[in-house]
């Protein structure tokens, strides 16, 4: 009897051991990263990015993996808001995004969607001139 549950217990560890095996993330930038890896715009070339931006290293957090990169792009760029809303609609698409929802106000919002993960782009108004961009992407099921 003894025996059995040691069984049923090495079964049961085994089976939740091997669900838990996916496809490795391997962090770019965050706690885990490696010292000598900096972020860059380069690494995202599914995403366009305005032309004069700078990206905030301290609050972007990425997780890359084999096909795709997953997690929160932040950075500033000195274009108003509304520029900058504008930039996206009309480029997300060349990029193979489709459209989820957009709301344009004092923090605009934009949702799209492509083969496999979701854009959620915040647009906020800087104090004084420009706007910061928070591009968070996760995965999605929708086929």
């Known amino acids: ?5 040691h069984y049923i217990l090495f079964l049961i560890f ?4 091997v669900s838990c095996v996916g496809e490795k993330l391997v962090p ?3 706690p885990e990263s490696e010292d000598g890896s ?18 905030d290293q301290q609050n972007s957090i990425i997780i890359s993996k084999r096909q795709s990169w997953l997690g929160r ?3 500033e760029s000195t274009k108003k808001q509304l520029e900058i809303f504008d930039f996206f609609r009309n480029e997300l698409p ?7 929802s957009e709301v344009q106000a004092d923090s605009s919002l934009l949702n799209y969607v492509n083969e ?6 915040i647009i906020e108004s800087k104090t004084l001139f420009g706007s910061i961009v928070k591009i968070t992407v996760t995965e999605t099921e929708i086929q």
């Open 1 to 5: 009897m003894f025996l059995k549950h």
């Open 94 to 100: 060349k990029f193979g995004w489709k459209k989820l």
């Open 73 to 75: 792009l932040t950075f």
């Open 116 to 121: 496999s993960r979701i854009a959620s782009i």
């Open 38 to 55: 900096q972020l860059n715009f380069a690494q995202f070339d599914d995403i366009p990015i305005p032309v004069g931006s700078t990206l």
């Open 28 to 30: 770019i930038k965050g």
């Open 14 to 17: 085994s089976i939740v051991l």
